[in-house]
């Protein structure tokens, strides 16, 4: 007999690698499942209407992939970097947005959320720095901590020299080895990042001589505004038009514009760094879905203009009828972020507030979620922070769940 009795089973915590440690359940996907409560007005998860997904054009793509010849493709074994007429279309997207590139530069990935995690699994070794926004995409945060980095905070308009950011990662016994943004409508903001901004962001990792990760979920969903051009294609400008020069990887997905249960993302950059993610790719699922993949290339092929005007119109009226909401029902000392797309508004409520608190109170008076805003910072702190989501829910219950929140709001600033 062992000193641990054989009827106690094994002790499983005790065999986990040091980075399971830094494995958190994410508090959207936990809040999720209070879309199942009727009785709740739930502005928690950051998803697609599933009403605007185009179901008949799939089950046409689908039926297509499945017959004759194509079947046994659709359903056999393939290639790592993915399926080639839709890393082709792609690469033709990518040239529409300032990004010339071929399908070489392409490698497609399980949802851009498998991207961040090869990104992660790529670059980061333990105690080694990623710089992130203050706040940041909580998804991203899962990724890279499994790989056990620090954090330090990339503010692009800001006077710290790159001497310092460096200086303060090998004071913690590594190296900083990317900085990462969502450019466009960021998860959990809303807000876009300026040209200017863009260009100080490539101006930094030039002197850190580091990569940078532009997630772009969400670039297809502007409403108002100029454009601004993804950072890849900024730093096409600067060196000639030639991807290989260039240090940016970019992040796609279909999830937010055809749809996220398919999950095909993509990443476009420099083809040695595609070249380490296909290895990735095949050591991690050996390749995605070929049968969503080619679902994906028939639909975007015919009607993704067409399939984007169409929730870019429903989901601009919601976030108006949002942002009227809380100009009508927030009290004075709260602000919020006024975004030209995307799916979310940032919340600052006065420094007394707590939103895990907030939550708990609008849950068990109101029947109104949200997220709060602390998942969102690597170092724990934006307690007064909350992220509204406008993309699933119907007007009316928007106006009416931020009348309800507003309550809540009113009655605890007293």
Same mark, same amino acid.
């Given at each position: ?20 440690? &830094? ?35 799939? +089950? ?17 074994? $393939? ?9 082709? %279309? ?34 980061? $070794? ?7 926004? %203050? ?96 950072? =890849? ?29 398919? &999950?095909?993302? %993509? ?11 296909? =290895? ?10 070929? =049968? ?25 009226? &919601?976030?108006?009828?949002? =942002? ?10 709260? $602000? %919020? ?53 406008? +993309? ?23």
């Amino acid at each position: 007999m062992t000193s641990q009795s054989r009827g106690d089973g094994l002790d499983w915590p005790k065999l986990f690698a040091t980075r399971a440690e &830094r494995m958190k359940a994410s508090e959207i996907r936990e809040l999720l499942k209070l879309l199942d409560q009727p009785d709740v007005i739930s502005f928690a998860g950051g998803i697609p209407d599933p009403a605007l997904f185009p179901a008949q054009a799939f +089950s046409d793509a689908l039926a297509q992939s499945l017959t004759g010849d194509q079947a046994g493709q659709a359903l056999q074994y $393939s290639v790592s970097e993915g399926y080639l007429p839709l890393r082709q %279309w792609i690469a033709a997207r990518m040239g529409s947005l300032g990004v010339k590139c071929t399908a070489d530069n392409i490698v497609i990935t399980t949802g851009s959320q498998q991207a961040l995690d090869f990104l992660g699994k790529l670059f980061l $070794s333990p105690g080694d720095t990623a710089l992130v926004g %203050w706040p940041t995409y909580l998804g991203a945060l899962q990724a890279f901590n499994a790989y056990e980095p620090r954090y330090d905070r990339l503010n692009p308009m800001g006077n710290r020299l790159p001497a310092d950011f460096k200086a303060q990662a090998e004071a913690a016994g590594g190296r900083v080895k990317f900085a990462y943004l969502s450019g466009d409508f960021a998860n959990p903001t809303g807000e876009t990042v300026t040209r200017e901004a863009r260009e100080r962001v490539l101006d930094l990792a030039e002197a850190l001589d580091i990569p940078v990760i532009e997630d772009a979920a969400y670039q297809s969903l502007r409403y108002e505004g100029e454009e601004v051009p993804p950072i =890849l294609a900024l730093d096409l400008m600067r060196h000639g038009g030639d991807i290989e020069k260039t240090r940016t990887l970019y992040c796609g997905s279909f999830s937010k514009t055809l749809a996220p249960g398919l &999950r095909v993302g %993509w990443v476009c950059g420099a083809t040695p760094v595609i070249g380490k993610l296909v =290895l990735t790719k095949q050591a991690a699922d050996l390749h995605s879905s070929t =049968l969503n993949q080619m679902a994906i290339h028939k639909v975007a092929s015919a009607d993704f203009a067409g399939q984007v005007a169409r929730i870019k119109q429903a989901y601009q009226s &919601r976030r108006d009828t949002m =942002l009227k909401a809380l100009d009508a029902h927030m009290p004075d000392g709260v $602000s %919020w972020t006024h975004p030209d797309g995307g799916m979310f508004v940032w919340i600052t409520l006065p420094e007394k507030f707590d939103g895990a608190d907030l939550l708990a109170e609008c849950l068990k008076s109101e029947r109104v979620a949200f997220v709060p805003g602390k998942a969102f910072f690597a170092d724990g702190s934006g307690a007064n922070t909350i992220r509204l989501s406008f +993309s699933r829910m119907a007007e009316k219950d928007i106006a009416e769940g931020i009348a309800r929140l507003g309550r809540v709001v009113k009655r605890k600033a007293g």
